[in-house]
């Protein structure tokens, strides 16, 4: 059972590139985010999925798209990556319905130079 | 709108002394409440939520409903508690998370 993962773990990029990021979890949860982690900012959601072919916009969303083809995996895509969009990027899920915990992947480190 | 608040960036305290985090919230109706800790370079992880009244690590957060917080304190620090500590509020149905700015804590030995 490895939970969330995420792939992949350090991504080095110039601007105007593209690029997706992959997180997978294997608890059968139905929703899905992505967060990114800046200092002082804390973890803001960027995107999120309440299931299978669904998505919605977070706090922060210009500039990424997501795709939720199949339950267990959530795509970021970045179309032409800008030196803001250097951060960690956190993967998340939880179960349908409830105060139920969100389980976390280990980071994407992305610097788009 | 739905908000929280984690007034402090940077807590320093020495080891052996008690701690407070603070978090405050704004939210309509009775959000359930969720301690998260990031220790260095490592995925977020569970530390405590209000629902379950549990203590983790020696852990514990009350929730007032008037004064709309849910600190969370440990009466004697240890070095290995220096972390990132989030506050997150949870509304309900497919409402995300919200997560406050965070605080650091740092113990000093």
């Known amino acids: 059972n490895a939970g969330v993962t995420q792939t992949p773990k350090f991504r080095v990029l110039k601007t105007g590139q593209s690029m997706t990021l992959l997180c997978a979890q294997d608890m059968n949860h139905e929703y899905m985010y992505w967060y990114r982690q800046d200092p002082g900012m804390g973890l803001r959601l960027i995107h999120y999925?309440?299931?299978?072919?669904?998505?919605a916009k977070g706090e922060v969303p210009d500039g990424y798209n997501v795709s939720r083809l199949k339950k267990q995996n959530f795509l970021l895509g970045l179309e032409s990556a800008a030196p803001s969009q250097t951060s960690v990027y956190f993967c998340a899920s939880r179960l349908e319905g409830g105060p139920s915990e969100q389980f976390f992947g280990p980071g994407t480190r992305l610097t788009v130079l | 709108a739905q908000r929280v608040t984690q007034p402090e960036k940077l807590l320093s305290v020495f080891k052996g002394a008690p701690v407070e985090l603070k978090c405050n919230y704004s939210?309509?109706?009775?959000?359930?409440l969720f301690w998260y800790v990031q220790y260095s370079r490592q995925r977020l992880q569970l530390l405590l939520r209000?629902?379950s009244r549990e203590s983790i690590k020696g852990f514990t957060a009350d929730l007032n409903k008037g004064e709309t917080s849910f600190h969370l304190k440990k009466p004697f620090a240890q070095e290995e508690d220096s972390a990132m500590y989030y506050c997150a509020p949870w509304g309900s149905g497919n409402t995300p998370l919200v997560f406050g700015k965070g605080t650091r804590l740092s113990v000093i030995a």
């Open positions: 209000h629902i």
């Open positions: 999925s309440v299931g299978e072919g669904t998505t």
């Open positions: 939210y309509s109706g009775s959000p359930e």
